[in-house]
């Protein structure tokens, strides 16, 4: 119905200054017939309604070439539209397609282990081509239609998903993975405590960070690959470069220590640490300390990170740059410390010897440019340490 | 088919997507945009701020953010939640101590109205570390597996050594394509 009006419409338009439309032409007879008739034209109703008797010949022809241009057109333009780009095509295909997907999930049921995972997988190609198909005819749809489509593909999706964690809730996304084997060791922080009661400095992390917390045991426990001091108080710890080379160092809990790492560690975390001296070799991507005090350092990075961090020192090599937040009374100089082997950890670490930027720190909670931030300062030269023991 | 082409081909022609890259400060985010754009990572400083880059990957047109995720800067993340296709969640996959913040900091983000359509991968960075845990317990420690609300995947990859950069960002990029493009 409306495609033969908006067509009417356009034929009128169009043709507007050959023919006119049928209720201009009445009018127009009208008044033909109140020129010819003066006077006479109030009491000759019946005139108006046997109007288009009186039509001439010539006028009964154009009314009838255009109906013909009408149909004409009316064909053209359904012979150009598609069976595919209308709208209740792609409804009822659409419907369709969606019933038959939630017929065969709701069919799929537990017990036929091979079966489900492929049953699983056509139905999840399926949905990907009835999305492409909604994609396909986006350009004729309404907003409407678009929405309640997108709708239930998404609800056929989530049922999908649903069915998938149900049947077979290990098989989603199962890529390779680079250590398979000792995963299973690290998530299960319990058992390998239980198996491993004669607890070394590393094991001893457990009980204060993470042992108690369920969602942080997994923080807690530092696997073999990963080396790290933790809880100690006034000790003296030498690690060489067979323990600490290109792996990643944690040292947490400690206090009143003197730590040096003789080698070049790929990442130092350093975390809670209390009155500390800690040296350490050169290290190839970031340092990131958090939550220390009074603690004098000596370290050659990419990135040095400080955080929550009050009254230290850092004597540093830095290539990149250094940062503080949320630190206040952090003091730098550049790095002087050195022992025997040190040129070579810096080959190995891959550091840029001539270039330190270790007077440049950004203040994350000092954003002016004009005033130097409060947080931070340099050591004076006469107060820089110069004997390392 | 004519004005179906047409606007196919428009379409076509501006095929771009918006990635926003975020995670804790020292996860790795501008490593690995510097990485996969092929510039040297040895220069990369901590992001004070904000870095865009936009670049072509397989016909795509992609416009990368790249926030800084110190916590002073966490606040100004929603700023740049508008019209987001993709997150690009990044761990420190080595930084055990943290997994539960960066845990909390994902689920809230996650919340977010504005990012509800976005696609969401997870790269589970520096797997070059001995020490690194693995994309199975970082799946487990973030709980990814609770996520209904998104399409997600997670990928171990090493911004160091460019491993497996281009996998999930292919992976994103085709999960964004059926979506929002007409697949051809």
């Known amino acids: 119905i409306f495609d033969q009006s908006e067509d009417g419409l356009l034929g009128s338009d169009q043709k507007g200054c050959g023919v006119l439309p049928l209720n201009t032409k009445v009018h127009f007879i009208m008044e033909a017939v109140v020129a010819s008739e003066k006077g006479a034209c109030h009491a000759n109703e019946d005139e108006e309604s046997s109007g288009k008797s009186n039509v001439p010949e010539r006028l009964l022809k154009r009314d009838q070439e255009r109906q013909e241009e009408l149909l004409r057109r009316k064909e053209a333009k359904e012979s150009l539209s598609v069976r595919e780009e209308k709208s209740d095509f792609f409804t009822s295909a659409f419907n369709k397609e969606k019933a038959a997907i939630e017929d065969v999930l709701s069919g799929c049921t537990e017990g036929d282990g091979g079966t489900t995972a492929t049953v699983l997988e056509e139905v999840s190609s399926r949905i990907q081509q009835l999305q492409k198909f909604l994609n396909d005819s986006m350009a004729f749809l309404t907003q409407y239609e678009l929405r309640q489509a997108q709708a239930s593909l998404q609800k056929l999706q989530s049922t999908l998903g649903e069915k998938r964690d149900k049947l077979m809730p290990k098989k989603k996304f199962t890529f390779r993975s680079r250590n398979a084997g000792t995963s299973k060791s690290k998530e299960s922080p319990d058992s390998k405590k239980e198996d491993s009661p004669g607890s070394t400095a590393v094991d001893g992390t457990e009980g204060r960070a993470g042992g108690s917390r369920g969602p942080m045991a997994v923080d807690g426990v530092i696997s073999e690959q990963q080396c790290g001091l933790s809880n100690a108080d006034s000790q003296v710890f030498v690690k060489g470069a067979d323990e600490i080379q290109q792996s990643d160092v944690l040292l947490t809990h400690l206090s009143n220590c003197k730590v040096k790492l003789l080698g070049s560690p790929s990442t130092l975390h350093i975390k809670h640490v209390r009155d500390c001296e800690i040296l350490c070799g050169p290290v190839s991507s970031s340092i990131f300390l958090d939550h220390c005090s009074g603690c004098t350092f000596a370290f050659s990075c990419q990135q040095l990170r400080t955080h929550n961090t009050t009254d230290c020192q850092v004597y540093l090599h830095v290539t990149s740059r250094a940062i503080i937040e949320d630190c206040s009374g952090v003091r730098f100089a550049p790095f002087s410390w050195s022992y025997p082997g040190m040129e070579a950890d810096f080959e190995v670490s891959g550091l840029d010897r001539a270039k330190n930027n270790w007077s440049q720190v950004d203040d994350f909670n000092w954003l002016s440019a004009e005033s130097p931030s409060p947080n931070w300062g340099v050591i004076p030269e006469h107060e820089r340490k110069s004997e390392w023991d | ?184």
Not at chain 2, 35 to 41: A, L, Q, R, W
């Open chain 2, 1 to 184: 088919m004519g004005l179906l082409t047409i606007l196919k081909k428009m379409k076509q022609k501006e095929r771009e997507m918006r990635l926003l890259m975020l995670g804790l400060d020292n996860a790795g985010k501008t490593t690995i945009l510097k990485k996969f754009n092929g510039e040297d990572v040895s220069t990369v400083s901590p992001t004070l701020g904000f870095n865009i880059k936009t670049l072509e990957h397989r016909g795509y047109k992609l416009n990368i953010w790249d926030v800084g995720g110190q916590k002073s800067l966490r606040s100004y993340w929603r700023n740049y939640f508008e019209s987001t296709d993709g997150l690009i969640w990044v761990v420190d996959s080595a930084d055990r101590l943290r997994l539960e913040d960066c845990r909390q900091e994902l689920s809230s983000l996650l919340l977010e109205e504005r990012l509800a359509g976005a696609t969401l991968l997870v790269f589970a960075n520096k797997q070059d570390l001995p020490g690194a845990l693995s994309k199975d317990a970082i799946r487990e420690g973030l709980a990814l597996d609770a996520i209904k609300s998104h399409h997600w995947c997670i990928m171990g990859c090493s911004a160091v050594t460019g491993e497996s950069l281009l996998a999930g960002v292919d992976w994103l990029l085709d999960d964004i394509a059926a979506r929002i493009f007409t697949a051809d």
